[in-house]
């Protein structure tokens, strides 16, 4: 199984500022990465798939990037509502279906 | 638009099973596959298995093999989960997702139920 580390495991950010959140696969997989939001009792929300797609209607302070086994998720300015918990999520190699194990994006 | 509506939370004992289901809308229902994913309190995002809604193939995760059934009606775009031998541990919010195909053995989820509260405790 293809394992995924997610770091840091939080952060603290004010509005404005610039956020990243890195994923390591534990071996390589094609930019085959999806990124997700969570707020706190809800549902996650997809974000980008193909490590640096952006899904429809997503806005575009959200990018992604990376190749092989890193990866990383930014937020080009931090808006309010960006607070939450950030998932990646491989599909190179399924089943298993694996996630990294959250970032969660504090209020500084 | 898409839409997946899951059935109401669950109080179960230790030792029985639970059945949540999650009713699509908004798309043709036999063209995606559904994963099911569960959270613990506090805890982060778990696969628990994956069906075709297209032919009822399925995948489950290894820790929970025997344990789990998937299953879906096509008649009313409705998938279920049948988890059994409840234990405290299996306590989560059980989530459906819609399953877009990227690759030839992988997947994303595109669509996400409001989850499904599952206490277990005695």
């Known amino acids: 199984d293809i394992q995924m580390t997610q770091s840091p495991s939080s952060l603290s950010a004010s509005v404005g500022d610039r956020v990243t959140i890195t994923c390591r696969a534990s071996q390589g997989i094609s930019n085959s990465l999806a990124w997700y939001q969570q707020k706190p009792g809800k549902a996650p929300k997809l974000l980008l798939y193909?490590?640096?797609r952006l899904e429809s209607g997503v806005p575009s302070r959200f990018s992604g990037s990376g190749s092989g086994t890193d990866y990383t998720l930014t937020i080009s300015s931090l808006q309010p509502e960006d607070f939450a918990t950030y998932y990646c999520?491989?599909?190179?190699?399924?089943?298993?279906?694996?996630f990294g194990g959250g970032t969660k994006v504090e209020i500084k | 638009q898409v839409q997946l509506v899951q059935s109401g939370a669950e109080v179960k004992k230790p030792g029985a099973s639970v059945k949540v289901s999650c009713k699509a809308s908004g798309y043709t229902f036999t063209s995606y596959g559904i994963s099911w994913v569960r959270q613990a309190p506090g805890q982060g995002l778990e696969w628990m298995g994956w069906?075709?809604?297209?032919?009822?193939?399925?995948n489950y995760a290894q820790k929970l093999q025997g344990r789990v059934t998937m299953t879906t009606d096509t008649s009313t775009s409705t998938a279920y989960m049948e988890l059994r031998s409840l234990r405290s541990d299996d306590t989560a919010v059980y989530y459906c997702?819609?399953?877009?195909?990227?690759?030839?053995?992988?997947?994303?989820?595109?669509?996400w139920g409001q989850g499904t509260l599952v206490t277990v405790s005695s």
């Open positions: 997702a819609r399953s877009r195909t990227a690759t030839s053995s992988g997947w994303y989820l595109d669509y």
């Open positions: 193909a490590a640096s």
């Open positions: 999520q491989q599909y190179y190699s399924t089943p298993p279906l694996t």
């Open positions: 069906i075709s809604a297209y032919n009822g193939n399925t």
